[in-house]
């Protein structure tokens, strides 16, 4: 018996006829909220560790993991999803949310609206960065 399905569509799901917009701006509020965990227990950790959510030395290691493992969940979700350059978007998508978090919300991080604005903020990049890889894929066309 011959196995039809390629070696690269090995790993995709079929996934259901969604918007693919929709599904970008789904997958980055899923990212947005695994930021959120993973520095709520990077904190937790600390603060068990430390005695204070001040994490010292380890706040720069803890956050560049916590952007990795976002990236590497964005990616796999999109690409299991089958959209288009799933790891360009992932990156962009985090790397744009951060860049604005850190700019401009830095003084507000620790208060409740963040759990709702975080999120958000990366469905939203995660779909300006669908827009710009769209673009530098016709570029290179």
């Known amino acids: 018996m011959s196995d039809d399905k390629s070696d690269e569509d090995e790993g995709r799901f ?6 693919p917009l929709l599904i970008l ?11 959120i965990a993973l520095v709520w227990l990077s904190e937790r950790g600390c603060d068990r ?9 380890m706040g720069l290691p803890l956050l560049v993991l916590t952007v990795a493992v976002t990236i590497v969940l964005g990616a796999l979700a999109l690409s299991r999803l089958a ?10 998508g985090v790397m ?29 990049t995660f779909l300006v960065a669908h827009l710009i890889a769209g673009r530098l894929e016709r570029a290179d066309a």
């Open 49 to 57: 560790v430390r005695d204070t959510p001040n994490c010292g030395a």
């Open 83 to 92: 959209m288009p350059h799933p790891r360009l978007v992932a990156f962009l």
């Open 25 to 35: 701006a789904v997958v980055g509020l899923l990212c947005g909220f695994a930021t």
């Open 96 to 124: 744009f949310m951060l860049l604005i978090v850190l700019a401009f919300l830095s003084n507000d991080l620790f208060s409740t609206w963040t759990l709702l604005v975080v999120p958000v903020l990366t469905a939203i």
């Open 14 to 19: 079929d996934a259901p006829p969604l918007p």
